[in-house]
């Protein structure tokens, strides 16, 4: 199959939304969770990336802010702060769930059956089942003008990770940890680690032979 942007164009909204969200492969599955002056909040996101290491940034693109109420985006604004949670194998369902339009006074951690829970004095709140946990703190906005969308760029204040999945260089095993991958907007994998390999110099390089 050929798609050209012009055959994309065309194509059903639904299918075209499916299509462009699968096409950049499996991401990582993660809660954002926000207080506001009505309460908390939480939704599930598939655009977590990084941003650097040094100071340590994240970044999470978030969707037109004037299409509908946008209450992840509003509480990370009015407070500053907000978590990133990986999204375990075990409540990937709930965490699904997260992304209905519930009322912004509705707070998703009820609703979907997770818990909140408040570490470090952070005011944000983390979920309770989650394993790998990171409170941020907001530090810039950058619009992206071509579809009205929003990189919003945060530091990370606080990492916490189970023990026993980090080696001493500081790599994370994802399949130990269970943290779960998405494709699109609605399926989900689990993580198989397949291999570890050393950091790539010319040297080094094996001799290989095309197939």
């Not at 009820?110 to 983390?126: H, I, Q, R, V």
């Amino acid at each position: 199959m050929h798609l050209t942007s012009q055959d994309l164009t065309a194509i059903e909204r639904i299918k075209k939304l499916n299509i462009v969200n699968a096409i950049s492969g499996i991401r990582p599955a993660n809660l954002i969770g926000t207080k506001g002056r009505e309460g908390t909040n939480l939704a599930i996101f598939n655009s977590v990336t990084h941003i650097g290491s040094s100071p340590p940034l994240l970044g999470i693109v978030l969707r037109p802010k004037d299409e509908v109420p946008r209450h992840t985006y509003e509480n990370i604004i009015s407070s500053g702060y907000y978590t990133i949670n990986h999204v375990h194998k075990s409540f990937s369902i709930q965490a699904h769930y997260t992304s209905a339009k519930f009322e912004s006074d509705v707070s998703e951690f009820t609703s979907c059956g997770l818990s909140e829970e408040y570490l470090f004095g952070f005011e944000a709140p983390f979920v309770k089942e989650s394993r790998v946990k990171l409170g941020m703190r907001f530090v810039e906005e950058i619009p992206i003008k071509l579809n009205n969308t929003m990189l919003i760029i945060g530091e990370i204040m606080h990492l916490t990770i189970p023990d026993g999945i980090m080696d001493d260089e500081g790599q994370l095993d994802l399949e130990e940890a269970g943290s779960t991958g998405v494709s699109g907007l609605n399926t989900y994998y689990q993580i198989s680690k397949a291999h570890k390999l050393p950091y790539a110099r010319t040297h080094q390089v094996p001799h290989f032979r095309n197939t």
